[in-house]
């Protein structure tokens, strides 16, 4: 198999497709649940789709291309969750295939291939929720965009204005699907302080590129009075060091057990063996820089889940490739490629169905809630969104996280009206009151009292109004 992707020949691509289908083939046979993060982009994708306007119709602090991105999709696929993961799975392809040409082009091999392609390929499927549809997902494809820039900037005789600026520019947008990804405006600054006799200017011009599309976004919500909720909603939660992970670090450990295994390997191999000229020493030393960054984005993400691992991918992807090409003998090179896809795919499909003990899933998954209500607009005050598989939201009040502020303090004047708009405008069905939070503005309110009859944890819309 490494022989068949060592021919620079883009057709090999094609070779690529028919590896990963047959690999993710049983995930679409046989289809996991429903996750916690599809479910969200399901919930906000079909908000966005009937004309919500995103932090100040609906709360939550997902990036707004992220929630447009959803919307479109709702749009074309509904609720459905095979055709997302279609999408994704053509996302990896392609995103996989970008990463071979990117270094096929830049000359960072002793030879050009499109064994990175493979590399990155096989890491892409280390975990089943790899296939969900999400932020980090469609992300990662501006900032491939971006470490392309980088490179163009680091090769000295392409240094052009414009190069840098689109780099800012691609963070930027990566950033705009998930916020974790302007931890790499840093990495960028300070790998171009290492490697490129920048001036002033360019780094302004690199800022200039990343606020741009901030500016034109909190411009627009200006115009329609919603940058109080923008900032919020969206900048101030992403900014915050709090996370919440959905599966133990344990189990993550254990998923990327072998792809680090190759990377100490390779690190090992190249400090030993390589020989690297001027350049190709600057690429090393610059994907080891975005390596570290790409861990610093791990840990500021919001949710922590195998998924997000994804951001290690060109990097390790880079050092793999080094390391295969080091081993003069091809024949025990070919070996390494089939220990590490065999690998990977087995340990990604133990962990699917349970076999491999150590990694537990079923955080990440949506259970099935036991709550009879079914195609409803419903409104949960509490943590447990569950039932919002069955269900739609109604009300602007998604994201617990941020409403529960609103919700716990009655006492403010504008909660009470916040409250009022949001139910008024978008009247839930059923609402799920676990710790009393509505009474209170149900007292201030006697219109919203005459609107709904409590039944346990549950208020229910009376029909008549």
């Not at 791990?298 to 060109?314: C, G, T, W």
């Not at 490629?337 to 065999?342: A, E, G, K, P, S």
């Amino acid at each position: 198999m490494l022989q068949y992707f060592r021919v620079n020949d883009p057709y090999r691509l094609f070779g690529l497709v028919a590896i990963l289908l047959v690999f993710c083939l049983p995930n679409f046979i046989s289809p996991p649940d429903l996750t916690y993060p599809e479910l969200r982009g399901i919930v906000i994708g079909e908000k966005i789709s009937d004309g919500t306007l995103m932090y100040v119709e609906l709360i939550d602090s997902i990036a707004p291309l992220a929630a447009w991105f959803n919307g479109l999709m709702d749009v074309f696929f509904g609720h459905s969750v095979v055709a997302r993961r279609i999408v994704a799975f053509f996302l990896i392809i392609l995103q996989a295939a970008y990463v071979g040409i990117v270094f096929a082009n830049k000359r960072a091999f002793a030879e050009s291939s499109y064994i990175p392609s493979l590399v990155a390929g096989v890491m892409f499927i280390f975990s089943f929720d790899t296939l969900c549809l999400t932020p980090e997902l469609a992300g990662m494809g501006f900032l491939l965009f971006a470490l392309n820039n980088l490179f163009k900037e680091i090769e000295f005789r392409e240094q052009r204005d414009e190069s840098i600026f689109n780099l800012g520019i691609y963070i930027s947008l990566a950033s705009l699907f998930s916020f974790s990804y302007s931890v790499y405006l840093v990495g960028v600054l300070i790998t171009l302080i290492i490697f490129t006799r920048s001036s002033p200017r360019k780094y302004f011009l690199l800022a200039f590129g990343f606020l741009l599309p901030h500016f034109l976004l909190m411009s627009g919500y200006y115009l329609m009075d919603g940058l109080t909720q923008l900032m919020e909603y969206f900048y101030l939660p992403n900014l915050r060091f709090d996370s919440a992970a959905y599966i133990p670090i344990k189990s993550l450990w254990i998923l990327g057990a072998l792809p680090l295994a190759f990377l100490f390997i390779s690190f090992v191999m190249m400090n030993r063996d390589a020989r690297f000229s001027k350049y190709q020493s600057q690429l090393v030393q610059c994907m080891f820089l975005w390596l570290i960054f790409s861990v610093l984005q791990i840990l500021h993400s919001k949710d922590l889940r195998p998924q997000n691992l994804i951001a290690l991918i060109p990097s390790l992807s880079f050092f793999i490739t080094h390391f295969l090409l080091l081993i003069r003998r091809r024949r025990i090179a070919g070996v390494y490629v089939w220990i590490l896809i065999l690998g990977i795919v087995s340990v990604s499909y133990l962990a699917r169905f349970n076999i491999l003990p150590n990694v537990d899933y079923q955080p990440l998954f949506v259970p099935d809630p036991k709550s009879s209500s079914h195609n409803n607009r419903v409104l949960v005050l509490d943590a447990d969104w569950s039932i919002y598989r069955h269900n739609s939201l109604a009300s602007p009040f998604f994201n617990w996280n941020l409403s529960r502020e609103i919700f716990s303090n009655p006492q403010y004047y504008e909660n009470v009206i916040q409250v009022y708009d949001g139910l008024k405008a978008d009247p839930p069905d059923v609402i799920r009151d676990k710790e009393g939070l509505l009474l209170p503005f149900l007292d201030r309110s006697p219109e919203l009292r005459k609107l709904y009859t409590k039944d346990g944890i549950y208020y229910t819309r009376n029909v008549s109004n």
